[in-house]
């Protein structure tokens, strides 16, 4: 372990000792009442994105707009001896050509989720375009500003460049591996007892090398930033799921006092962690409008996606499970290796393996290898999703040593307690998710054998895995303005990545103030209204609700401010004595009271505004926190192909209070068909010799269609937390934890054929 690893590590385990300290929150009230929480509402969002309404990113317009286009490196390490631009600036329309000779300076930023910049926005540290060290392949070496995108898109193809070419490292096996600072905050190291001593005794083991490929996000809105100078004001339109950190980020970079530059992102089409930082082609498009003095939109084509942002890091995880011959766990070990850069972020493979089940000997280990590539990013289920694929399909692998149901294993080992920390659980829905699940699917009547079942000529074959992912309450502020017509706007610097967070926020805001669903209108994706942290972790929905939660508390007291003193039926009454409902304040368990719209004509005021911040997660800082899940699904298999069709799945999920069950199953089914493209068809191939992704467009690299994805069944626990805000918990990223082991499991329940490294290829079968 490196210096920094085991000091993260120590200070980990001082802090949660003292987290045991700290007081209990308040309980929400909602948790569990019924009412608009809870209900399928329709999304509020809904008409206007299917008419074409909503506007993305790269659908701003703005007087005066030019059109920027990247030229990329052709080497993956070492640096620019020239770059020839002459042809590129002939182009008619080309109004500038940035080249790291001419770019402005822009300070350099730490990357996200390092230790130098844990809440930072910058996918990565480099001084790209200014410098001309080469770090990947495909890194920005010029930019090219027109009056069209045709224009700059051909004229940076004209661009050519001259290097001095070093030795890059470009595969796991050829780089070093060493233990990170952390992984995604959590400890890289775990050690329980001795796993040694206890693999030595146990009834049966099972050890095996699971892997996973370098996976891209491929969200349908590409990504896009257009820029806008005024002076020294700076304003930023930006498909990024973090607003408040991309606004922080270039204000530092551009050395601005943050109040001067503002981002907008109110709706991104698809982010799964792809947008949760600002990879370089933000800042450039801020310093080509800057150099070009005029507003710059730059819109990444597919291929530049897979050049220009990070995908789901390669991971190596050996597992190795020891138990007794009743089937409980004796011994876990997982060795995992994901790639990193020269910023330090790892594909934490495994976390789940510290989490997931009771056991008394457990050691784990994650450690990375720096490669000449761009950062890798978060992706859905980040850590999570890889590593359950090795945990989950060890776990089967178990099961069949010791002639067990795979889903009475995991039964057998389910903890009582967080067995990484020690520490209760805020709540855990888990057999309840499983028994939903097995019910659903029908997994009773599966056979215990391989290769037992056929239809149409097709292997038949069922697997399931568990799923878990961590909440988190993060940082948010929000701004409530209740209007004279008792209608409220919600305004918040988090925006809609199409999960449904207008909408749930919406509903839990009209149960909290006792209004219609239709009074409530919420605004999002502007970082000017409140420092806001939620960049993703599927956090939205709790944070956002502790916040309006704040600005409720904090209307009241107001509205009470304003009839003190009156003949209002309120005058007098304490804060604690009053409740919202039936569209303004009555005292509780009384028709003593008033409407929202009298209370604000009797003061003559046309609104009042009050901001909202979420609270302290006290509850769950100091209890282990988490989201669980139970897959089961059905694949067929053509013995003569290898080709494998997922054909049934059913999904039961633990997400606490399910606050709009319509939109949390679309939640679910989108998880769960990623996981089918993990499971089957996705990788990104890597010349290993270049550093060039082949396979750069969505005809090479092979995402689901509607074609491959089968009936999916959802089912939630729906119990609701005791000590989360609403009572609910994240689910946006749980829905792919597990699915690839499951579908995994089911292939070897089809064919006898244990398949451990991933996409599940017809060449691996046959």
């Known amino acids: 372990m490196s210096i920094a690893s085991r000091a993260f590590s120590a200070g980990s385990a001082v802090l949660g000792k003292l987290s045991r300290l700290l007081p209990d929150g308040r309980p929400d009230p909602l948790a569990g009442v019924p009412g608009e929480i809870g209900r399928p509402a329709d999304r509020v969002d809904g008409l206007a994105k299917a008419t074409g309404a909503v506007r993305y990113t790269a659908e701003h317009d703005l007087p005066g707009l030019a059109y920027a286009a990247v030229a990329g490196s052709t080497v993956a390490r070492g640096r620019v001896t020239a770059v020839h631009t002459e042809r590129a600036a002939a182009v008619p329309g080309v109004v500038l050509v940035m080249t790291h000779r001419n770019a402005p300076r822009m ?98 083991t099972v050890e095996a090398v699971y892997t996973t490929p370098l996976e891209y996000h491929n969200a ?86 897979f050049d220009m942002t990070g995908g789901r890091a390669p991971t190596r995880s050996r597992v190795a499970l020891g138990a007794d011959a009743g089937g409980r766990l004796t011994a876990l070990e997982h060795d995992a290796l994901s790639s990193c850069t020269r910023d330090e972020f790892a594909e934490a493979a495994a976390i789940a393996s510290r989490h997931l089940y009771a056991c008394p000997n457990v050691r784990t280990h994650q450690r990375v290898v720096r490669l000449d590539r761009i950062q890798n990013a978060f992706f859905r289920g980040p850590g999570m999703a890889p590593g359950s694929f090795a945990l989950e399909s060890a776990m089967d692998e178990l099961a069949w040593r010791l002639g067990l149901d795979p889903l009475d294993l995991r039964l057998r080992n389910e903890p009582s307690r967080d067995p990484a920390s020690g520490r209760a659980f805020t ?50 502020g929000v701004t409530l303005r209740l209007a004279a017509d008792g209608t409220v706007t919600i305004h918040s610097a988090t925006n809609e990545l199409g999960a449904g967070t207008s909408t749930a926020q919406s509903q839990a805001a009209a149960q909290r103030l006792g209004l219609p669903l239709d009074r409530i209108r919420f605004e999002q994706g502007d970082s000017d209204v409140a420092a806001t942290r939620i960049p993703g972790a599927s956090a939205a929905t709790t944070t956002l609700a502790s916040a309006i939660w704040s600005a409720r508390d904090r209307l009241v007291r107001e509205l009470l401010a304003l009839v003190r003193d009156t ?182 329940h089809a064919t006898g054929t244990r398949v451990r490294s991933l996409p599940i290829t017809p060449d691996k079968l046959l």
């Open 220 to 305: 349908m809105e590409p990504h896009a930033t257009i820029a806008h100078w005024e002076g020294d004001r700076l304003t930023v339109y930006d498909a990024s799921q973090y607003p408040y950190g991309v606004k922080e980020m270039l204000a530092r970079k551009f050395g601005l006092p943050k109040r001067n530059v503002r981002v907008l992102a109110p709706y991104v089409g698809g982010g799964f962690g792809s947008k949760t930082t600002a990879w370089p082609h933000v800042s450039l498009a801020v310093a080509a409008a800057k150099l070009a003095g005029r507003p710059v939109k730059l819109v990444l084509s597919r291929g530049g996606m």
């Open 427 to 476: 709540s855990r829905g888990l057999r309840e998710a499983y028994a939903l699940g097995a019910e659903a699917f029908g997994w009773a009547a599966r056979p215990d054998r391989p290769r037992a079942l056929r239809e149409d000529g097709r292997l038949v074959g069922h697997g399931m895995a568990a799923a878990i992912n961590p909440d988190a309450v993060l940082i948010a």
């Open 107 to 204: 300070k350099r930023t730490p990357a996200y989720a390092t230790l130098q910049g844990p809440l930072g926005a910058a996918a990565m540290s480099l001084p790209v375009l200014n410098t001309d060290e080469i770090f990947w392949y495909g890194q920005p070496i010029a930019v090219i500003v027109a009056t069209s995108p045709e224009a700059a898109q051909h004229a940076a193809a004209l661009v050519h460049a001259e290097y001095q070419a070093e030795p890059a490292v470009l595969a796991l096996d050829a780089g070093r591996p060493h233990t990170p600072a952390h992984a995604v905050l959590e400890e890289p190291v775990t050690r329980r007892g001795d796993t040694r001593a206890a693999l030595a005794a146990a009834a049966a």
């Open 567 to 748: 003949d209002s039926p309120l005058a007098g009454l304490p804060e604690e004595d009053v409740e919202t409902r039936d569209g303004g304040l009555y005292a509780q368990g009384s028709s003593r009271g008033e409407s929202y719209q009298r209370v604000l004509a009797r003061a003559g005021r046309e609104s009042v505004t009050v901001k909202g911040r979420s609270a302290l997660p006290y509850q769950t800082v100091k209890r282990g926190t988490y989201s669980y899940g139970a897959h089961f699904c059905e694949v067929h298999v053509d013995e003569l192909t290898g080709e494998v069709r997922v054909t049934r799945w059913a999904g039961a999920f633990d997400g606490g209070r399910i606050v709009n069950p319509k939109q949390a199953a679309g939640q679910m089914r989108g998880g769960i068909i990623m996981g089918i493209g993990m499971a089957l068809t996705e990788e990104a191939t890597l010349d290993e010799r270049t550093g060039r992704i082949v396979n750069r467009s969505l005809a090479d690299y092979h995402v689901p269609t509607h074609a491959d994805v089968p009936d999916i069944e959802i089912r939630f626990v729906d119990r609701p937390d005791p000590q989360t805000p609403l009572g609910a918990k994240g689910i946006g990223e749980l829905g792919i934890v597990g699915v690839a082991a499951a579908i995994a499991n089911a292939v070897y």
